[in-house]
């Protein structure tokens, strides 16, 4: 096999590979215990202070503070490469926190978000008319997932009438 031919052989495998990665770099990732469920997290949230987790679902809220930023996120199972899915599997609402400024257009509304973070604690706020204690986790390191859209195909016969000519 020549040279340029093992190049891009090479170059399409390591793309590939790095296709399949997670999303969270490696190190980051092995400070997270991955046993903790989050459903068990709102259940006993003492227990869980202190731990550090890795958590993902779909962006509700982005407020701007003095120094920080603070993120309201419906929770979702991660799937494949830590991606949230199923969001009608979502066990509840937590808080990420980041140090400093994050845009609300960038980190806006209904973008899906994977964190690490360290569980800070709990704080009490209302959805609606209701109570809520949302866990509040200090982000280490998150990625913000693209928008996707579905590709639509229509096929159809009939006739169409241009106005104007």
């Given at each position: 096999?020549?040279?340029?031919?093992?190049?891009?052989?090479?170059?399409?495998?390591?793309?590939?590979?790095?296709?399949?990665?997670?999303?969270?770099?490696?190190?980051?990732?092995?400070?997270?215990?991955?046993?903790?469920?989050?459903?068990?997290?709102?259940?006993?949230?003492?227990?869980?202070?202190?731990?550090?987790?890795?958590?993902?679902?779909?962006i509700?809220?982005?407020?701007?503070?003095e120094?920080?930023t603070?993120?309201?996120?419906?929770?979702?199972?991660?799937?494949?490469?830590?991606?949230?899915?199923?969001?009608?599997?979502?066990?509840?609402?937590?808080?990420?926190?980041?140090?400093?400024?994050?845009?609300?257009?960038?980190?806006?509304?209904?973008?899906?978000?994977?964190?690490?973070?360290?569980?800070?604690?709990?704080?009490?706020?209302s959805?609606?008319?209701?109570?809520?204690?949302?866990p509040?986790?200090?982000?280490?390191?998150?990625?913000?997932?693209?928008?996707?859209?579905?590709?639509?195909?229509?096929?159809?016969?009939?006739?169409?009438?241009?106005?104007?000519?």
């Amino acid at each position: 096999m020549n040279r340029p031919l093992k190049a891009i052989l090479a170059a399409f495998i390591l793309t590939a590979l790095a296709g399949c990665a997670p999303v969270i770099s490696k190190g980051v990732l092995e400070t997270a215990d991955r046993s903790v469920n989050f459903a068990d997290i709102l259940k006993d949230p003492p227990k869980y202070t202190g731990r550090t987790v890795v958590v993902g679902g779909a962006i509700i809220d982005a407020r701007n503070l003095e120094d920080w930023t603070e993120i309201e996120v419906l929770q979702m199972p991660l799937g494949y490469r830590l991606k949230p899915v199923r969001p009608e599997e979502s066990a509840g609402r937590f808080i990420l926190v980041f140090k400093g400024f994050k845009d609300p257009a960038i980190y806006g509304a209904g973008k899906k978000i994977t964190a690490v973070g360290k569980i800070e604690g709990f704080r009490t706020g209302s959805v609606g008319k209701m109570t809520y204690n949302y866990p509040v986790i200090s982000s280490t390191e998150d990625y913000l997932w693209q928008m996707e859209y579905e590709p639509s195909i229509g096929i159809g016969v009939g006739v169409g009438i241009i106005h104007g000519f």
